[in-house]
């Protein structure tokens, strides 16, 4: 099963659309959230299977707003990671993963792409391709999930990065703020 995993992109699914009509072999596409009516934007596009989780950005402060995606390789835990305060390091979501059986995760908020395993515990943060951290290129993932093995490519887009636009202190506190 191949994946194409993004987060955080905010009402600009351009870079996704296109990124996901070239990419091949794709059976899933899984939204790590902010925002969620991104992902059925793209649900609506494709005729791939799309998994979405609920962000910040909407409205979701529930720590029940998670999924469990059930693969040859074992459970994986989807969450966008801010009721799991990722920002401040990934022990609390290990933690919640680990307790629901899972043997890996995916999610977003922190606008970084990351994969590694901790404890033999996978994490999968594809960044975020509208509004990277840093001034970096946007990115995503491509996950390859078998019996024995989950494997992830972070990639970077090709196109001209826009600048962020300064869009106001509300915004920019509540995207910033893990329980705001």
Known sequence: MRIFVISD????IEKAAEILKKLQDI?????LGDLWKDAEKLRNQFTIPVLSVKGNMDGCFSKDEYKILETDFG??????????????GPQNIMYKAESLGCRAIFFGHTHKP???EIERMYLLNPGSLTLPTGGEKGSYAV???EKDSLRATILYEDLKQL???DSGFLKDLLNNSDRF
């Open 163 to 165: 600048s962020k636009t």
């Open 9 to 12: 992109t905010h009402g600009k």
């Open 75 to 88: 459970k994986i835990f989807i969450a966008h990671g801010h009721m799991e305060n990722v920002k401040q």
């Open 27 to 31: 059976d899933m596409v899984i939204h």
């Open 143 to 145: 996950a390859t999930i």
């Open 114 to 116: 990351v994969f590694l």
